[in-house]
């Protein structure tokens, strides 16, 4: 079994666990709206339709608002969360994906539904226990994804694992500085993907190149 697989598995494992209605940390999405935008990225390609199943197993095209509505039931949301889970066909182009795109993204929703509460203040987050093996997929993954991510931003960015392991995911543009984000390679993954509020890593840099970072990467 491939790190995604494994990560897809956890991650609808965690979405059968919260039920339809759950928090998550995306912003104004319930674990249903988590359920289909994953099936319709796999399922619905161009991101226009999602299949939503009828009677007898029939399926019908709807949006993504209806099809959000529809998983307000139990039995709809489940059977979505097991269609995206059974993995998209071998002929589609999201098959083709593997680590390089779907190790993150999985990890990340997993994250998304783990870390997420509707208690104020919320718990304080407390990181998986990975497999060496998959952190240096993980690791492999965020180096290759945080540019894309972070092209906008002006400030740099240095990635620093607790063992002392680094890359420089972002070059500084128009003279600005450089900021250092150090913590486990699931909390980067995190960060770089704007859940800085809920990732345990340690930023340092100046104040001006801080402020700027938390434009792009929200951490608070």
Same mark, same amino acid.
């Given at each position: 079994?491939?790190?995604?697989? #494994? ?29 289909? %935008? ?17 009677? +007898? @197993?029939?399926?019908? !095209? ?26 998209? !066909? ?7 994906? @593997?680590?390089? +795109? ?38 492999? !993954? ?16 240095? %990635? ?9 995911? #972002? ?11 150090? @913590? ?12 800085? !509020?809920?990732?345990?890593?340690? +930023? ?17």
């Amino acid at each position: 079994m491939t790190w995604h697989q #494994h990560e897809r598995e956890t991650l609808a494992s965690l979405l059968h666990e919260a039920g339809p209605d759950g928090p998550t940390l995306c912003d104004g999405w319930r674990t249903r709206h988590l359920a289909v %935008h994953l099936a319709q990225r796999e399922l619905a390609p161009w991101m226009m339709l999602q299949a939503v199943p009828g009677p +007898i @197993g029939r399926r019908t !095209a709807a949006t993504f608002d209806e099809a959000v509505a529809a998983c307000d039931d139990p039995s709809t949301y489940h059977d979505t969360v097991d269609r995206w889970a059974a993995a998209p !066909a071998a002929w589609s182009p999201r098959a083709l994906a @593997g680590d390089a +795109i779907n190790l993150v993204e999985f990890f990340v929703h997993g994250e998304d539904v783990r870390r997420a509460s509707d208690d104020e203040p919320a718990p304080p987050p407390v990181a998986r226990d990975l497999d060496p093996a998959e952190e240096d997929a993980l690791w492999q !993954a965020v180096r290759r994804m945080a540019p894309l991510l972070l092209h906008r931003c002006p400030v740099g960015v240095v %990635h620093v694992l607790d063992d002392g392991r680094r890359a420089l995911v #972002h070059r500084p543009k128009d003279d600005r500085g450089t900021v250092v984000v150090t @913590g486990a390679v699931g909390e980067l993954a995190l960060h770089t993907h704007g859940r800085g !509020a809920r990732a345990l890593v340690k +930023i340092v840099g100046s104040d001006d190149d801080l402020a700027t970072l938390e434009r792009f990467v929200p951490s608070s």
